[in-house]
């Protein structure tokens, strides 16, 4: 199954600045999926990102807040841009075990941003 | 919209008791379920996947059960242990995204 490094761990970031997170695969999967985990509440999707094309966001997810690139089929970044403390959450991506959905899904360890 | 419950209460048992932890959902009908683990400060780890047409799964000391027409899923752990206290996430896959309950956290007392 896939192994995915994330970073940063965890950040301390002012208010109205941006952070950029990374996920690195050591394989090649299709699609990389990027969540959000507010204190206390469950996953929600942010979007899809697929290499070579645009990433799809989920309702109440914008591009211009949270860019995501996907230069290959291995590497992925998350940026959340203009910083709020609302924005305190912890970041995940994520990546199919294999494919279909059928053997569930495989996470990084997460990012826990802390914005002041 | 599709909506996914668990018992937002934490769970308490004592060491060599069964868990059990439920999962409802509503609309939309999936055609498998999936259970997570996921330990503080840590990403979610893939436990189990059922079926709809499947009424039982089991992987070890854990056992999955699905009933598409109560629109339910239970959860069990037997013989647990304090290595088993985490938080415990139900998801269904819709159109190739997962869609995450809000978890039950389960805490086994030695």
């Known amino acids: 199954s896939a192994v995915i490094s994330q970073k940063p761990s965890r950040d301390i970031c002012q208010r109205g600045t941006s952070l950029t997170i990374q996920c690195q695969v050591d394989?090649?999967?299709?699609?990389m999926f990027w969540y959000r985990q507010q204190p206390g509440q469950s996953l929600t999707l942010i979007a899809t990102a697929n290499q070579g094309s645009e990433a799809t966001y989920e309702s109440g997810f914008v591009i211009d807040k949270f860019p995501i690139s996907r230069p290959n089929l291995t590497f992925s970044t998350l940026t959340v841009s203009n910083m709020s403390p609302e924005d305190s959450s912890i970041y995940l991506c994520?990546?199919?075990?294999?494919?279909?959905?059928?053997?569930?899904?495989?996470f990084g360890s997460g990012t826990r941003l802390t914005v002041v | 919209s599709q909506k996914i419950e668990q018992n937002s209460e934490a769970l308490n048992i004592q060491e060599g008791k069964t868990a059990t932890l439920t999962c409802n959902y509503t609309?939309?009908?999936?055609?498998?379920l999936q259970w997570y683990r996921q330990d503080p400060g840590r990403g979610p780890v893939f436990l189990l996947l059922i079926r709809e047409n499947e009424k039982e799964k089991r992987k070890e000391r854990l056992k999955v059960t699905f009933d598409t027409t109560l629109k339910q899923s239970l959860f069990h752990i037997t013989a647990s242990q304090p290595a088993d206290s985490a938080t415990y996430l139900c998801a269904l896959v819709r159109r190739g995204k997962l869609i995450f309950g809000q978890g039950t956290e389960l805490s086994v007392k030695p």
């Open positions: 609309n939309y009908s999936p055609a498998y």
């Open positions: 394989s090649q999967v299709t699609m």
């Open positions: 994520s990546v199919e075990l294999l494919g279909g959905g059928l053997w569930g899904y495989t």
